[in-house]
């Protein structure tokens, strides 16, 4: 059964025009007019996935058909929690929002429940269909208290694949045989747990910048990794880049909806630019890479001295049609020259100048 709201990435209780708002965009975004000259496998996925969109915005517009869809996905999603604990299936309130577990690489399956109940032992005590508020604990609270936990478990994810990434593909040391390195689909699946729960965490609470950077830097992470990996060599991940391609507008929905709050935020607008720059790129469609472009040229006329915005600006004229290749060496040479840039940084600037001297 094809989740609608899922389709069309609104709450479940979005209102008609946020769902209006909603299917305008992502028709905007699979238009076949912008397709034009792309591969056919993109375009192909682009057609597959504006019948889906088309489906779910025909059910989620008609009351009556809503109605019934809600009715379905309910007893779907939480018949076998209620069954268990005894729970009213119609209260939020003991919906466990916690974030998700890791799908440690792999599809979680279709019975997979996205809203577990809160088991009886950790639920709070029911007065009628509503929770009592017994504490004095300010309303606000527990959204804080969700951001901060699923953004604490994001990072650590990160942290835990950054940091033991590493250990596995060190040399063998006196006969010492290493842990096996990374197969290439546990490399490129990484990020689809943490995804999943920064994508919950952005619906949760809509009005929090640092909830929509963790989903945007996810999503650019999981794409630009797949890109990376093609160009040292695994051609064989082409089909995955064309399928994800359109996660680079997701990261630049989701960075724009950041730079909304806090407009003067240079690396933010910087991702912004480079996820502008890679769409452009891969859709043979240089208006996103004029795009991508201003928004470097914003970001370092704010910050003329950040690494990142310097960085992006390079990736942008690379892929401008012909490839400015001296001005984006140039960029990546003065992240290499800036006091105190992040090591990471400057070696990524050494890389793509090594890459394109030649």
Not at 93 to 117: M, V
Not at 264 to 283: E, F, H, K, Q, S
Request: with cysteine.
């Amino acid at each position: 059964m094809q989740d609608y709201y899922e389709t069309l990435q609104v709450h479940p209780k979005a209102d008609a025009e946020a769902i209006r708002a909603a299917y305008e965009r992502l028709h905007q975004r699979y238009a076949s007019a912008l397709l034009e000259g792309a591969a056919d496998e993109l375009r192909e996925l682009a057609r597959q996935r504006r019948e889906e969109i088309e489906r779910a915005y025909a059910v989620l517009s008609n009351p009556a058909q809503r109605a019934r869809f809600d009715q379905e996905l309910q007893q779907r999603t939480s018949n076998s929690a209620t069954e268990q604990i005894g729970l009213d299936a119609h209260d939020d309130d003991l919906i466990d929002y916690r974030p998700l577990p890791p799908a440690q690489g792999q599809e979680r399956p279709k019975s997979f429940n996205t809203q577990p109940y809160l088991p009886r032992s950790h639920a709070p005590r029911q007065s009628g269909r509503r929770v009592q508020n017994t504490s004095r604990m300010p309303v606000w609270l527990p959204t804080v208290l969700i951001v901060a936990v699923a953004t604490f478990a994001i990072v650590l994810i990160t942290l835990l694949t950054t940091v033991s990434r590493p250990q596995t593909q060190t040399a063998t040391t006196q006969g010492t045989p290493t842990a096996a390195a990374p197969s290439t689909d546990e490399t490129v699946n990484q990020f689809e747990a943490q995804i999943t729960m920064a994508r919950q965490v952005a619906l949760q609470v809509p009005d929090n910048p640092k909830a929509w950077l963790e989903l945007g830097n996810a999503l650019f992470d999981s794409t630009v990794i797949v890109r990376e990996l093609i160009d040292s060599g695994h051609t064989n991940l082409q089909s995955l880049y064309v399928e994800r391609l359109p996660r680079w507008l997701e990261a630049r929905d989701a960075y724009t909806k950041v730079l909304e709050m806090t407009p003067n935020d240079a690396i933010v607008r910087a991702d912004l630019a480079a996820a502008l720059c890679y769409y452009g790129a891969g859709v043979n469609d240089q208006s996103y890479v004029v795009q991508g472009l201003a928004e470097a040229d914003q970001a370092l006329s704010s910050a003329p001295e950040e690494g990142r915005a310097l960085l992006s600006k390079g990736v942008c004229l690379i892929l401008t049609d012909p490839p400015q290749t001296q001005a984006a060496l140039e960029q990546w040479q003065q992240v290499v020259l800036l006091p105190n840039v992040d090591t990471g940084l400057a070696q990524h600037a050494r890389q793509l100048i090594a890459t394109y001297s030649q």
